[in-house]
C-alpha cells in the first residue's frame, strides 16, 4: 500500500521561509511526477509546482520565483523550498504522486494527508 508522508508545515510571518517534505513509501514501481497543491479554506485545491521524473517543473503563477521544487528519485521524497512567503499563501498543502506501483497496473494520483501552512504576523 503506497503511503505519502508531508512534514514541514507551520506558522511563518510574511517574508519568512518553509520547507516542505513528501516522502512516499509502500510498494512503488516508478514514480512519474511529484507534486505539491494547496487548499485554502472556502477555495478549491490548486496545483503549486510539479517536477516530472524528467525534471520538468511546472509552477503556478502565483509561486514563480518565490517556490522552489526539487526531488530525490533515491529516496522517494520531494521538496517545497518557500521564501518570501505572503499571508495569500495560508492554505493545506498536499502532495501528489502519479505512479505505477507495478510495470502492470495502470499509473494513478496518490494524495497526502495535507499539511498546514499559516503565514501571518
Known amino acids: 500500500q503506497v503511503q505519502l508522508v508531508e512534514s514541514g508545515g507551520g506558522l511563518v510571518q510574511p517574508g519568512g521561509s518553509l520547507r516542505l517534505s513528501c516522502t512516499a513509501s509502500?510498494?512503488?514501481?516508478?514514480?512519474?511526477?511529484m507534486g505539491w497543491y494547496r487548499q485554502a479554506p472556502g477555495k478549491q485545491r490548486e496545483l503549486v509546482a510539479t517536477?516530472?521524473?524528467?525534471?520538468?517543473?511546472n509552477y503556478a503563477d502565483s509561486v514563480r520565483g518565490r517556490f522552489t521544487i526539487s526531488r530525490d528519485n533515491a529516496k522517494s521524497t520531494v521538496y517545497l523550498q518557500m521564501n518570501s512567503l505572503e499571508p495569500e499563501d495560508t492554505a493545506v498543502y498536499y502532495c501528489?504522486?502519479?505512479?505505477?506501483?507495478?510495470?502492470?497496473?495502470?499509473?494513478?494520483?496518490?494524495w497526502g494527508q495535507g499539511t498546514q501552512v499559516t503565514v501571518s504576523s
Open positions: 517536477l516530472e521524473l524528467s525534471s520538468q517543473t
Open positions: 501528489n504522486a502519479d505512479l505505477q506501483v507495478t510495470a502492470f497496473q495502470p499509473r494513478r494520483d496518490y
Open positions: 509502500g510498494k512503488i514501481f516508478n514514480i512519474y511526477v
